[in-house]
């Protein structure tokens, strides 16, 4: 099963109220009349950016989409599915968002495409931020554990096995749903592409964006290789 058909049915139960993120986001969109975040999921980014004027989100996935539609409705923002890859909505931004991991899924190929893409989107003085983790280290084969909640006597779990392939991750996702004695349980697969900041930035000067800012975490600490949880870069249009 497409992966997002099912975490569609779980993400809100276990990350909308995520909001670590949301401060770099309104640093850099304070004073944004138009801002856009490929790969938007359900909205939960959007959804907080109270402080821009207009929140565009574009996603492959119509059952994403649709729970960000519920999300959003009531505030000035327009959901569009389409392809990150290629998309042209006629339109400039002074801001961009590729958050929480979402450029991992993909192939460098693949990522270059989507940078391009963004870099044709953006106004001249506009950033562009790309979030993901640091470092990328798995075991293959061990479980790990995700979220669990407790919801009207039901029991929500989330947790997934990795399985390396070559030059990417294909993750084994388990969503179980405990209610008394019974178990409901579904399965998805998603794959994730090992990413480090060399790699972002020649990804970047690619697609003909430069760098000015990397973060090693949203409290905009200095980034460190060895030890920082995230590289979170901030760039612009190269020229």
């Known amino acids: 099963m497409e992966f997002y058909d099912v975490e569609a049915e779980f993400y809100d ?3 909308f109220d995520f909001q670590d993120d949301i401060l770099l986001y309104k640093k ?3 004073n944004c009349k138009r ?4 790969m938007c999921g359900t909205g939960r980014i959007l959804y907080y950016l109270d402080n821009a004027k207009e929140l565009w989100g574009i996603d492959s996935n119509e059952k994403m989409l649709q729970k960000a539609r519920e999300n959003l409705k009531g505030k000035k923002a327009k959901l569009i599915k389409g392809d990150v890859h290629d998309f042209n909505l006629n339109t400039h931004f002074c801001l961009i968002i590729i958050g929480l991991n979402s450029l991992t899924m993909f ?5 270059i495409k989507i940078l391009k893409n963004a870099r044709d989107h953006l106004l001249p003085q506009g950033k562009i931020i790309v979030d993901v983790f640091n470092p990328f280290e798995m075991v293959e084969g061990i479980v790990h554990h995700g979220d669990t909640k407790f919801i009207d006597g039901k029991v929500y779990s989330r947790f997934f096995v990795p399985i390396r392939e070559r030059e990417r991750w294909k993750l084994l996702y ?3 749903i405990v ?3 019974n178990l409901r349980r579904k399965v998805a697969t998603l794959y994730l592409y090992p990413l480090g900041l060399e790699d972002i930035k020649e990804e970047f000067s690619q697609a003909g964006l430069k760098i000015m800012e990397v973060y090693g975490d949203y409290d905009f600490s200095e980034f460190d290789d060895d030890r920082s949880e995230r590289i979170i870069v901030v760039g ?4």
């Open 174 to 176: 388990f969503y179980d």
């Open 179 to 181: 209610e008394g004695e």
């Open 28 to 30: 850099y969109s304070k």
């Open 13 to 15: 139960l276990f990350y």
């Open 236 to 239: 612009g249009r190269d020229a």
């Open 107 to 111: 192939p460098k190929e693949d990522r």
């Open 35 to 38: 801002v856009l975040e490929l």
